[in-house]
């Protein structure tokens, strides 16, 4: 007998989890969708999902101001998590710590700087535009050669342990009624332009009213499936650890001239860096690059703090982007190729963040037909057919 699933949900990650979740539970409730949820997840453990392999970081410096709307729900989420998530009111536990991101300049990319701080506060959002001179006054640590100005987010930033958020969804997700799988999609069935069926890799088959593909860095292949082609791309992220024997006192999320980024983390800190184009190739593996640190993140960080030029390296690791090369901004609803498959894919690294608004729209266009709370219509999945570019400015 065929398996029936009113929406089934390819990847149970923290997007996919956050749809489940909100489907199930206040926006499934408000528009009385009572609908059987099915998340299809190959790996139970997540040893290998891009949301446990985030450094789960949140900021509200973006330069789209969609994204900063859906960072600030997030924000909002996270600082009241436990009246959303809690499970027979046991408390929710993702190691928030609200911090700052600072971000440093040349006076080449001031205008962009300053653009994007317009935007920011613009959305009423409190964010500092920083001299070299006050820079060095709030951080004395900080080297400010060649630097212009700083933007410094003033609150609703900061970081959590993703896999914490991950399972916290997963399990209200469950207690509401939405089923997990251990199993992965690997075909679509078509009648016309819809979706009607999916084969999971078991060979078990689930005929289903929707789709949802939430599949992150593997997104493109679930597109393929039904005919689609998706300009979502595997990116590797390497993480790397360290010690520094100095006390730096308070330490934002510091993102270099050169894209570097580092933050604090336990008694240490971790840092990374997005690669160039060039040297960015689509790839699923997670093999650490080693040699990134030594030759490239080390030297620019170590010359933005001088005390990290003495440090102990500790260990790595590696996470996938789900890299949208269109535009490296989310891609949301449905496709023009087919009236039931949804996508939330296209993050470009601020997928975590920005999964409680992902889950509560897409949850908001199966349950209602249309967006309720946000109007996230600028990141149609449709401006990929026609080549129309949103372009984040800020990518970390």
């Given amino acids: 007998m065929t398996e029936h699933a009113d929406v089934l949900i390819a990847g ?46 949140i900021r509200m410096q973006f330069s789209t101001p969609e994204n900063i709307r859906m960072s600030a ?39 962009i700087l300053e653009q994007n701080h317009r935007t920011q506060t613009g959305e009423g959002h409190a964010v500092a535009l920083l001299d070299p001179a006050a820079l060095k006054a709030r951080f004395p640590w900080l080297s400010v050669d060649g630097i212009a100005g700083g933007s410094l987010g003033l609150k609703d930033e900061g970081w959590m342990d993703p896999y914490s958020l991950l399972q916290a969804f997963k399990r209200k997700a469950r207690a509401q009624g939405a089923v997990y799988v251990t199993d992965r999609v690997v075909s679509l069935e078509r009648q016309g332009d819809r979706v009607v069926g999916a084969t999971l890799q078991s060979g078990r088959r689930i005929a289903v009213g ?35 024997k100095e006390k730096l006192g308070f330490f934002p999320l510091l993102i270099d001239v050169t894209g570097a980024w580092v933050r604090p983390e336990g008694d240490g800190y971790i840092c990374g ?52 090369t269109l535009d490296q901004n989310a891609l949301l609803g ?15 690294g601020h997928g975590l963040q920005q999964s409680p608004a992902t889950g509560r729209a897409v949850a908001e266009l199966l349950a209602h037909g249309r967006y309720v709370s946000l109007d996230l219509s600028r990141f ?9 570019a949103v372009k984040e400015l800020n990518v970390v």
């Avoid at 996270?78 to 190691?95: F, H, M, P, S, T």
């Avoid at 005919?227 to 993480?239: A, D, F």
């Avoid at 149609?380 to 129309?388: N, P």
Wanted: with cysteine; aromatic share 10%.
């Fill in 210 to 244: 929707a789709v949802v593909n939430a599949a992150g860095p593997r997104a493109a292949e679930i597109a393929r499936m039904a005919g689609i082609e998706l300009p979502v791309r595997p990116r590797k992220r390497s993480v790397f650890t360290f010690q520094c």
């Fill in 273 to 324: 860096i997005s690669p160039p184009e060039d040297q960015d190739p689509d790839t699923l593996d997670l093999e650490v690059e080693h040699a990134q640190f030594d030759e490239v993140v080390w030297p620019a960080i170590a010359t933005r703090v001088p005390a990290f030029e003495q440090i102990k390296q500790g260990r790595a690791w590696a996470g996938h982007y789900e890299y949208n």
């Fill in 73 to 111: 729900f997030g924000s909002t989420f996270i600082k009241a998590i436990d009246q959303w998530l809690a499970v027979e009111g046991e408390r929710v536990d993702i190691n928030y710590r609200e911090a700052a991101y600072l971000f440093v300049a040349t006076q080449q990319g001031m205008p």
């Fill in 12 to 57: 149970g990650g923290v997007v996919g989890s956050s749809t489940a979740f909100f489907l199930t539970g206040p926006v499934g409730r408000a528009a009385g969708f009572k609908g059987r949820v099915v998340v299809v997840e190959p790996d139970p453990t997540y040893a290998d999902c891009s949301t446990a392999r985030s450094a789960g970081g």
């Fill in 334 to 348: 449905l496709h023009p190729g087919s009236p039931n498959l949804y996508f939330a894919n296209g993050f470009s």
């Fill in 380 to 388: 149609s999945v449709a401006r990929v057919v026609d080549g129309r």
